[in-house]
C-alpha cells in the first residue's frame, strides 16, 4: 500500500507525526494508519538480544520483564522518552523511523549496534543502526519501506544512559549513552553519532538555539560523558 | 467507537482529531484544548482505560475503543469520582482549564499505582501543566485520591497535611 500511494505517511503511534500535521508542518497526501495490522505487537528475545515489532508501546517496553532482563538499557532510555501519557501511544520502532536527533532510542541503537526489519512489496531486509540514521528527521529507507521490528543486542555492562533537559520530558539538549565500551551522543549532531570515550568531542560541531548554544552543548557531552563512564 | 459507555458514530471527516471530535461533534467540552501537540496535558482521556492525549489522535482510530472523558467519571446527580473529589477537598486547582486533564491522568496513575510514592506521584504528573495553583496542592488531592479509593468515604473531612 506504501508503494502505490504518492506522499505517504506511516502512522503508528502518531506522537511525533500528530503534532506535526497539526501545526500543518506536515502535509502528506495519505496516511497509513498501523494500528489496525495483526502481528506487530509481539517483544521477545531472539538472537541474543531483544525484538520489538513496530506496534509495541513504549509504555510496554518500560514494563516488558523481557526486555529487564534482555536488555535493561531500552527499559532505562524508554523511560527518559516524553511522559508515561505520551509513552501510553508512542512506539519505540515509531521513535527510529522518526529519526529525531535528540531522541534516546535512535542513540541506544546505535550504541548497542542494534539494526531494524524493514519490509516493503519488494520484500524485506535488515538496516543496521550505522547505516539507518542519514539526517536529521531523515532515514536511509525507502518511502515504501516500513519498519516492521527492532532489534537491540542485549545490553552489555556497565550501561548508561544520560541527558540533560530544560524540563522533565522534554527532549534533551544533549545526551550520552554507554553501552559497554561503546558510546553514543545524541542532540548534538544531525543523527546519533558514535564517540571516542577518550575523545568525545572531537569532531562535533553541535548547532546552537534558544534553549543551548553550541559551546554549552559540547560542555554538556564531556559532562554527561563523564557521568556516563562512572557508571 | 464508544464514549463514557454510549456507542456514538464515526466522526464525519477521518481528519478530525479526537479531541475536536469529542468536542465539536459530541459536545463534550470537558475534555480541554490547550497546546495541541501533546505538551500541555488538557485534553487527556482515557483509551481502553489508559491515559492518552486525544489531541494527538485522529477520531477515526478510536472506533472499536473505549474512550472515557471527565463527564464519564460519575453521573449527573452522584457523588463526585475520588479523583474529583479530592481536587475538590484539597483545592488542587483555580482557573480550572488544566483540571480535566490532571484528572484524567491522576485517574491512570492510581490505576498503576494505588499507592503511589512521592517519585511516582510527580512521574504521574510531570506530564501535566497547570499555571496558575501550582503544583503543592495537586500533589496532596493525589494522595487524598489514593485514600480516597482504597476506603470510600473514610476519613471523611479529614484532609493530608
Redesign the interface.
Known amino acids: 500500500m506504501l508503494g502505490s500511494l504518492e506522499e505517504a505517511k506511516v ?1 503508528a503511534g ?2 511525533s507525526l ?2 506535526l500535521l ?2 500543518r508542518l506536515a502535509r502528506p497526501q495519505h ?1 497509513v ?1 498501523l ?1 489496525r495490522v495483526t502481528g506487530l505487537d509481539r517483544i521477545y528475545e531472539r538472537d541474543g538480544g531483544v525484538a520489538v515489532q513496530a506496534l509495541v508501546r513504549q ?1 510496554e517496553v518500560e514494563d516488558s520483564e523481557v526486555v529487564a532482563r534482555a536488555c535493561p538499557l531500552l527499559g532505562a532510555a524508554t523511560r527518559l522518552v ?5 509513552r ?2 508512542g512506539t519505540v520502532c515509531g521513535s527510529l523511523a522518526h529519526a529525531d536527533p535528540a531522541a534516546e532510542l535512535p542513540a541506544v541503537l546505535l550504541a548497542l549496534g542494534g539494526a531494524v526489519t524493514v519490509r516493503s512489496a519488494r520484500g524485506e531486509r535488515t538496516v543496521q543502526a550505522a547505516d539507518l540514521f542519514a539526517g536529521v528527521f531523515e532515514t536511509s529507507l525507502a518511502p515504501d519501506e516500513l519498519v516492521v521490528e527492532a532489534w537491540f543486542p542485549a545490553s552489555p555492562k556497565p550501561f548508561a544512559i544520560v541527558e540533560e533537559s530544560r524540563r ?2 522534554d527532549f534533551a539538549l544533549a545526551g550520552a549513552v554507554r553501552a559497554g565500551d561503546r558510546l553514543a551522543l545524541f542532540g548534538v549532531a544531525p543523527t546519533p553519532v558514535l564517540a571516542d570515550p577518550a575523545d568525545p568531542t572531537r569532531g562535533l560541531r553541535p548547532s546552537g538555539d534558544l534553549e543551548a548554544s553550541p559551546d554549552f552543548r559540547l560542555h554538556l557531552v564531556r559532562i554527561l560523558v563523564e557521568r556516563a563512564l562512572a557508571a | 467507537m464508544r464514549v463514557n459507555g454510549v456507542e456514538h458514530p464515526a466522526a464525519p471527516d477521518s481528519r478530525r482529531l479526537l479531541s475536536d471530535h469529542l468536542r465539536h461533534d459530541l459536545g463534550l467540552t470537558g475534555t480541554h484544548v490547550g497546546c495541541e501537540h501533546g505538551v500541555c496535558g488538557c485534553c487527556t482521556v482515557l483509551l481502553d482505560g489508559q491515559p492518552i492525549r486525544s489531541c494527538l489522535m485522529l477520531a477515526v482510530q478510536a472506533e472499536g475503543h473505549e474512550i472515557t472523558t471527565v463527564e464519564g467519571l460519575t453521573r449527573d446527580g452522584a457523588p463526585l469520582h475520588p479523583v474529583q473529589q479530592a481536587f475538590h477537598e484539597c483545592h488542587a486547582l483555580q482557573c480550572g482549564f488544566c483540571t480535566p486533564g490532571f484528572v484524567m491522568s491522576v485517574v491512570g496513575l492510581l490505576a498503576e499505582h494505588p499507592s503511589p510514592t512521592a517519585a511516582e506521584i510527580d512521574e504521574g504528573i510531570s506530564g501535566n501543566l497547570c499555571r496558575c495553583t501550582g503544583y503543592a496542592s495537586i500533589r496532596r488531592a493525589v494522595r487524598r485520591a489514593a485514600e480516597l479509593t482504597a476506603s470510600p468515604g473514610g476519613r471523611e473531612g479529614q484532609r493530608p497535611a
Open positions: 502512522l502518531g506522537q500528530l503534532p497539526n501545526f496516511l494508519d494500528n509504555s516524553a511522559h508515561r501519557v505520551i501510553n501511544r522533565h520530558g
